[in-house]
Nanobody, 121 residues
Framework: VQLQASGGGLVQAGDSLRLSCAAS????????LGWFRQAPGKEREFVASSHWSAGSYYADSVKGRFTLSRDSGKNTLYLQMNSLKPEDTAVYSC????????????????WGQGTLVTVSS
């Protein structure tokens, strides 16, 4: 499966954005997908994960502000980001979970190209 993230942009603190992760190659109905982000000078970190049957998991830093949703007909995973903060500025990427912890970068593969989110104060 190939993934492509989109929807990033420049917004002000408090604004909202919706990111999309479009999958091609095979249906992702029974696939667990994750969103990660990497800020300048920092390591990539977990944002959220959508399990195909067990629901969603979120990092504490985004819980209550970010929400995952799926459109199986479009093979797309969405990340709705509300109440954005300057510390949310990063390149956001999506990937397919393979094994292990849902919160660990090493558990994912098939990383798509990221999309840049910049939040100004």
């Amino acid at each position: 499966v190939q993934l492509q993230a989109s929807g990033g942009g420049l917004v002000q603190a408090g604004d909202s954005l919706r990111l999309s992760c479009a999958a091609s190659g095979r249906p992702f109905i029974r696939t667990t997908l994750g969103w990660f982000r990497q800020a300048p000078g920092k390591e990539r970190e977990f944002v959220a994960s959508s399990h195909w049957s067990a629901g969603s998991y979120y990092a504490d830093s985004v819980k209550g502000r970010f929400t995952l949703s799926r459109d199986s007909g479009k093979n797309t995973l969405y990340l709705q980001m509300n109440s954005l903060k300057p510390e949310d500025t990063a390149v956001y990427s999506c990937a397919v979970w393979k094994a292990g912890s849902y919160y660990s970068t090493g558990s994912y593969a098939s990383w798509g190209q990221g999309t840049l989110v910049t939040v100004s104060s």
